[in-house]
């Protein structure tokens, strides 16, 4: 008897061929899909970071700006104002303090200046600093001579600000504007880089939730007056003596070894 020893060949077909290569296409679109939107979160959320970062670093420059300023010892203002700039809120934050030199001249020993201005092609303000006088960080720069010159001192600090405000905290009253020759108790800045929307009053601005608040104290190292006001307070019905003989010998005498017990 002849045995006829049957070989089968698996392969697999054209259409089956072009069926796998677009499921894994498909497979392929979907990963790529995937990375793409958790790069893109992970892109959103490390801006929101540095975002974040930068206005701390912002503000914890402007208050180092007033304590240094501000300290005792020299004749140290304080001014600001406030204002609406193409529906954006825009400050300017001037800080000086003087010395008096030969003759009794009274001259600028230091002076700081942070200003938000409007650029039209970012449609937001450009955050600057300048310092100048006797004490200016470049001593290149000097006293300004020209109005030319002077604007190049404006250092800028940060773009697309869409919130800077200054406002001086006396106790519980807020004030938008200072110009007074003595220091305010306290000043408090606002930054935001949030864009502008409408809030539940109907207008338009940075929500309060996305603006970071910085409150510095001026003159950290002033007296502090204390008043002492007289109270009267009622006492209990019961007589203190009860109180004495209700309570165990060990709880008045030896607190620590009651807990023992």
């Not at 030969?102 to 300048?130: C, F, H, M, Q």
């Not at 305010?184 to 207008?203: I, N, T, W």
Request: hydrophobic share 40%; aromatic share 10%.
């Amino acid at each position: 008897m002849i045995y006829h020893k049957r070989i089968t060949c698996l392969a697999f077909t054209l259409i089956e061929t072009i069926v796998v290569l677009m499921l894994a296409v498909l497979v392929l679109m979907a990963v790529l899909g995937i990375y793409n939107r958790v790069r893109a979160s992970a892109g959103t959320i490390m801006g929101r970071l540095q975002q974040n970062r930068l206005q701390t670093e912002i503000l914890q420059k402007i208050a180092e700006d007033i304590d240094r300023l501000a300290a005792p010892g020299f004749d140290a203002t304080i001014n600001f104002q406030n204002k609406l700039d193409n529906g954006y809120h825009s400050s300017r934050l001037i800080l000086e303090n003087s010395y008096y030199g030969n003759g009794n001249r009274k001259d600028t020993y230091e002076r700081v200046e942070w200003i938000s201005d409007y650029d039209p092609d970012r449609d937001a303000l450009i955050l600057y600093r300048k310092h100048t006088g006797l004490n200016a960080e470049d001593k290149l720069f000097g006293q300004a001579a020209d109005p030319a010159s002077d604007k190049e001192q404006y250092i800028s600090v940060a773009e697309w600000v869409t919130l800077f405000e200054v406002k001086a905290q006396q106790g519980e009253t807020i004030l938008g504007a200072w110009t007074s020759q003595t220091l305010p108790k306290a000043v408090r800045v606002g930054l935001s880089f949030a864009p502008l929307q409408e809030l539940a009053d109907g207008s338009i601005g940075v929500p309060d939730e996305q603006i970071f608040y910085r409150t510095i104290a001026i003159d950290r190292t002033r007296l502090i007056p204390y008043q002492f006001v007289k109270k009267k307070f009622d006492l209990p019905e019961e007589d203190p003596n009860d109180l004495l003989e209700s309570t165990e010998p060990n709880e008045l005498n030896d607190p620590f070894e009651a807990m023992i017990e």
